[in-house]
């Protein structure tokens, strides 16, 4: 079993990066599943059902979705297992920008589109930087001089990220990222399988159900701004 986590902003192209790779790779005659990870809602189980991609969806709904992805993970992948699955490919978009955290010796893929502006790069954290392949979608609506910056931006936040420039309509560019898919390393479980990145510090009483604002609600671990510049 060979496991492989997909993360990226919202509407970067992710489930469609993901329909194209297994398309190439069921010609070599592997099986693949899919788990859906997300906050409130998710369509892309439609999409893919229609490609016959046994797929299941995990909600958040209340919970942090990264927290929620961590803690569900391990029976991801025995359900892969069980389903006798050669990959198990996970999908989680980054809410944040901060977390759909990587795992340690576990194939970590970022998607990430031209249109969301040469600064995002720098925004998105370890989602991309912690990367081992940094997927580029939607350069066919850009120019060339827009995608060698966006990339160069990319390679300034990830150096060690493998990039990809894939169109998500067409699939051009995803026989290669198949190929290295393939790499991905074989495992058995996850228990004491270690994060490549902490998870935001943050237990507060909005947290635990708290609605009121005030002072005196503001309890447990938060972080204020110092709006008067005073040291």
Same mark, same amino acid.
């Given at each position: 079993?060979?496991?492989?986590?997909?993360? =990226?902003?919202?509407?970067?192209?992710?489930?469609?990066?993901?329909?194209?790779?297994?398309?190439?790779?069921?010609?070599? #005659?592997?099986?693949?599943?899919?788990?859906?990870?997300?906050?409130?809602? /998710?369509?892309?189980?439609?999409?893919?059902?229609?490609?016959?991609?046994?797929?299941?969806?995990?909600?958040?709904?209340?919970?942090?979705?990264?927290?929620?992805?961590?803690?569900?993970?391990?029976?991801?992948?025995?359900?892969?297992?069980?389903?006798?699955?050669?990959?198990?490919?996970?999908?989680? /978009?980054?809410?944040?920008?901060?977390?759909?955290?990587?795992?340690?010796?576990?194939?970590?893929?970022?998607?990430?589109?031209?249109?969301?502006?040469?600064?995002?790069?720098?925004?998105?954290?370890?989602?991309?930087? @912690? /990367?081992?392949?940094?997927?580029?979608?939607? =350069?066919?609506?850009?120019?060339?001089?827009?995608?060698?910056?966006?990339?160069?931006?990319?390679?300034?936040?990830?150096?060690?990220?493998?990039?990809?420039?894939?169109?998500?309509?067409?699939?051009? =560019?995803?026989?290669? @990222?198949?190929?290295?898919?393939?790499?991905?390393?074989?495992?058995?479980? @996850?228990?004491?399988?270690?994060?490549?990145?902490?998870?935001?510090? /943050?237990?507060?009483?909005?947290?635990? =159900?708290?609605?009121?604002?005030?002072?005196?609600?503001?309890?447990?671990?938060?972080?204020?701004?110092?709006?008067? #510049?005073?040291?």
């Amino acid at each position: 079993m060979r496991l492989v986590t997909v993360a =990226g902003p919202p509407s970067s192209g992710k489930t469609s990066i993901i329909i194209k790779t297994i398309e190439e790779l069921e010609q070599k #005659g592997f099986t693949i599943g899919v788990v859906k990870f997300d906050c409130l809602s /998710a369509q892309d189980e439609e999409h893919y059902s229609a490609h016959n991609i046994p797929v299941k969806t995990g909600l958040s709904r209340g919970l942090c979705p990264d927290h929620f992805f961590v803690s569900n993970i391990e029976e991801a992948l025995r359900w892969a297992k069980e389903k006798k699955f050669d990959f198990l490919i996970t999908e989680s /978009a980054g809410l944040c920008n901060r977390c759909s955290p990587h795992i340690k010796d576990v194939l970590a893929i970022c998607v990430i589109d031209n249109l969301s502006g040469v600064n995002t790069p720098k925004k998105i954290g370890p989602m991309l930087k @912690l /990367a081992d392949i940094v997927v580029i979608t939607k =350069g066919d609506i850009v120019s060339q001089a827009e995608r060698e910056v966006f990339a160069y931006r990319v390679r300034q936040v990830n150096p060690r990220g493998m990039i990809v420039q894939i169109n998500g309509v067409t699939g051009q =560019g995803s026989f290669y @990222l198949a190929k290295l898919v393939e790499k991905a390393s074989t495992l058995e479980t @996850l228990q004491g399988a270690t994060l490549r990145f902490t998870m935001p510090g /943050a237990l507060c009483s909005y947290c635990l =159900g708290e609605r009121k604002i005030g002072d005196d609600k503001q309890i447990g671990v938060s972080k204020l701004v110092n709006f008067r #510049g005073e040291e």
